[in-house]
């Protein structure tokens, strides 16, 4: 108990002094966590809207294979992209290793199926609504896919938070490849991960706090943003 | 959702502009790290060259490993042995040495095996006689190698013991020392890091002043033969700095607590002994 | 023109046996018969949205698909607003100036107060009124109706009734599947009658009522109407 209530204190005493290492910190988390969500959304629902509504072989292994890479843990995903952006790596000569746009990759592949996964269950369920009256009209392929995309987009704000979430709460992957370099790569898990290896504790699960009031927000917001719509749309 | 576009926007445009600055990228140990050294020694070369450090801090291991695959430019690491070894393999030239801090035995205060002294080897024998848990790193740091030399020389193999008093964790100096607290053991720690852990629980250092307890540092720049992308010159910058007078009065001058953490000793024959028989 | 629409010896699955018949211009068609009788199978079966598993479905003329609209039991529309969902509709089939074409069919069904409502929180009687409002802007040569009043209430249905009567007089051809009899008697101008699958009397709605040929169709307008 004593802990958690000196984390509290160290919590607010972050957050009120306005420390400058803390705001480069969480800006860098933020831009790393949602450039992947932005990305991973712009590739991943196309992909799960695709898979709901076309008819290939192979489509039932596909869907096992997407939704059992919904847990890919972040460690190896990590090290996948280490050895693939590392000099000695196929990708070495972009010199993206140990910067921000290597932890963005990182985590899109990581995220990816995750909103696909999710996204792929819920245009199927509205597909099943919608499938005959789309055909009726004459609508098919990627048109009808894209109109049952849209107008599922509530259920999908579901699917990229969950993807926001898991970006924003793993350490593993951007840990690898980005090195955790003070100023440059630094971003609230990867602090979390080193306070708390130096014994810190309390700071670290400051940190803890601050991170999750953040995600805290940002839900609260989309919810807030998606029940405004609901209500003018239905 | 066209909110969270904009609010995305203006945190891509915000983003700290990398890569526009001149850096190098070395690789380092996580103790050096938490000690606090490279934020009190980095600033000032920075400040002199306008070169940017990104230190990616592993374990010596690892580090070496890095420099190996290209993915760094110069290493900054103890662990004479493995250092020299790499640089006869051809993965790293101009190897010049730093500085030194030296290794402690920490404890649980009540000190049940009656390690204390100034006798590490002794202390160990103890240790290992009363089957007193004991934490490792067991990850191939500088920290890891010095302390396997140590049981060497006692003549113990402490792996009879794993599973029962040696607890390897597999991890750095920190964690070890998390665990070492959590179960009142002891363990191997560098002075830096014992300084500036804050999580002690019962522990105190036990065994100090034993020469073969002293951790020899190097620098040496990535063979640029092997790997054409490495940044020689600035490399060479930082190794120059480092072992220059102002680097080494730099290195001198962190202190914790008033007290010195490392000792410089570039150019000078290393009398001191890293420990090894 | 594309009907006269043939169906030759078509089947499918064990829902709907082979069956032969041709649909002219002119007359409205009641599809009728108990449940899982296959009316629902066979209007999606000429309509096309299910494929025969046994013999031919033709049309007459080009662009079969693009002459025809279909309003279901329940409408489904999409999260947009009234006026929306007809524009999409039209979009689709390529219409030019949508949106006046839409605003004209909203007015025609009475809706017109409603073109920006969310079409999703209009009531049943509303959304259907849409429905047939979206079909009705596409001027097609056939309308299938399947079960269009089955789940509203009596005024919404005479609302409804009155819309397809009005399809009917300006010359769409319309085919409905219904189990209500006396639905049939209004709208109908021939009667469609199915058991289990098969075609099993066809004839123009009074004589039908009046005169049923088949013992199936007496059985049937008895059942739904004991006092027969």
């Known amino acids: 108990m004593h802990s958690i209530l000196e984390a509290i204190r160290a919590a607010v005493g972050l957050i009120a002094s306005g420390d400058a290492t803390l705001g480069e910190i969480v800006l860098l988390s933020l831009s790393v966590s949602l450039s992947a969500v932005a990305l991973a959304t712009l590739l991943g629902l196309p992909l799960g809207a695709a898979i709901a509504v076309g008819r290939f072989p192979g489509r039932r292994a596909i869907i096992v294979l997407l939704n059992a890479l919904m847990g890919l843990p972040p460690v190896v995903v990590g090290l996948v992209v280490y050895l693939l952006l590392s000099r000695a790596g196929p990708l070495g000569e972009l010199g ?139 | 959702m066209g909110l969270m576009w904009r609010i995305f926007l203006v945190l891509l445009l915000a983003a700290p502009a990398y890569g526009q600055q001149k850096f190098i990228t070395v690789a380092s140990t996580t103790s050096t790290e938490q000690s606090g050294l490279f934020k009190h020694l980095l600033p000032a070369f920075e400040r002199k060259t306008g070169i940017q450090v990104r230190v990616v801090a592993l374990g010596t291991g690892q580090a070496i490993d890095l420099g190996k695959r290209g993915d760094a430019d110069v290493a900054f690491v103890h662990d004479k042995e493995a250092e020299e070894k790499a640089v006869a393999e051809g993965a790293f030239v101009d190897r010049r040495e730093v500085m ?93 890091t014992w300084l500036s852990f804050k999580n002690r629980g019962d522990l105190a250092i036990l065994v100090e002043g034993d020469k073969r307890l002293f951790n020899q540092y190097g620098v040496m720049l990535v063979n640029p033969r092997k790997h054409p992308d490495v940044k020689k010159a600035e490399g060479m910058a930082f190794i120059d700095w480092v072992t220059s007078a102002e680097g080494q009065k730099t290195i001198a001058d962190y202190k914790i607590g008033g007290e010195q953490l490392f000792f410089p000793n570039a150019g000078k024959a290393s009398e001191v002994n890293v420990g090894k028989k | 023109m594309i009907l006269p629409l043939r169906l030759e010896s078509v089947a499918y699955r064990g829902i709907i046996e082979p069956l032969t018949l041709e649909l002219g211009a002119g007359p409205s068609t009641i599809i009728l018969g108990a449940n899982g009788a296959g009316k629902s199978v066979l209007m999606r079966l000429m309509h096309g949205l299910l494929a025969p598993t046994a013999g031919k479905i033709s049309w007459s003329g080009a662009a079969p698909r693009r002459h025809q609209a279909m309003v279901f039991q329940r409408p489904v529309m999409l999260r947009r607003s009234a006026l929306a969902n007809v524009v999409y509709a039209l979009k689709l089939a390529g219409v030019a100036d949508a949106h006046r074409v839409a605003m004209s069919a909203l007015e025609e069904v009475g809706l017109a107060h409603l073109a920006h409502r969310s079409a999703r929180v209009l009531s049943g009687g509303e959304q259907q009124r849409l429905a047939l409002a979206r079909a009705w802007a596409l001027h097609p040569e056939v309308l299938f109706l399947d079960e269009p009043t089955a789940s509203l209430d009596p005024t919404a249905t005479r609302e409804i009734e009155a819309l397809i009567r009005a399809f009917d007089a300006a010359g769409t051809k319309v085919v409905m599947a219904t189990h209500n009899l006396g639905q049939a008697r209004r709208l109908g101008d021939e009667v469609l009658f199915l058991h289990q699958g098969r075609l099993v009397e066809r004839a123009p709605v009074d004589q039908f009522f009046s005169k049923p040929v088949s013992p199936e169709a007496a059985a049937f307008i008895k059942g739904e109407l004991p006092w027969v």
């Open chain 1, 96 to 234: 993206l290793l140990f910067t921000p746009p290597a932890m963005v990759i990182a985590q899109t592949i990581l995220i990816l199926p995750i909103i696909a996964a999710l996204c792929r269950q819920s245009v199927e369920d509205a597909w099943r609504e919608y499938e005959e009256q789309l055909r009726s009209l004459g609508a098919h392929g990627v048109g009808a896919a894209l109109t049952v995309l849209w107008d599922s987009r509530f259920s999908l704000v579901t699917a990229v938070l969950a993807g926001l979430g898991r970006a924003s709460a793993e350490v593993g992957a951007v840990m690898i490849v980005g090195g955790n370099i003070d100023g440059v790569t630094r971003v609230m898990t990867t602090t979390i991960a080193l306070e708390t290896s130096k014994g810190d504790l309390p700071l670290a699960l400051g940190l803890g706090i601050v991170l999750i009031a953040i995600i805290l927000a940002l839900n609260a917001a989309a919810y807030l943003v998606k029940e405004a719509a609901q209500r003018r749309y239905g």
């Open chain 2, 100 to 192: 030194y801090n030296d290794f402690i035995v920490v404890g649980p205060k009540s000190d049940p095996a009656k390690a204390k002294g100034r006798d590490v080897v002794a202390g160990l024998k103890k240790i290992s006689e009363a089957k007193a848990p004991f934490a490792s790193r067991g990850d191939k740091s500088g920290t890891h190698s010095a302390e396997l030399r140590l049981w060497k020389e006692a003549g113990i193999d402490p792996q009879q013991g794993r599973g029962s008093w040696y607890r390897e964790t597999g991890s750095g100096m920190g964690p070890t020392l998390n665990t070492a607290s959590g179960m009142n053991a002891y363990a191997l720690v560098d002075r830096g």
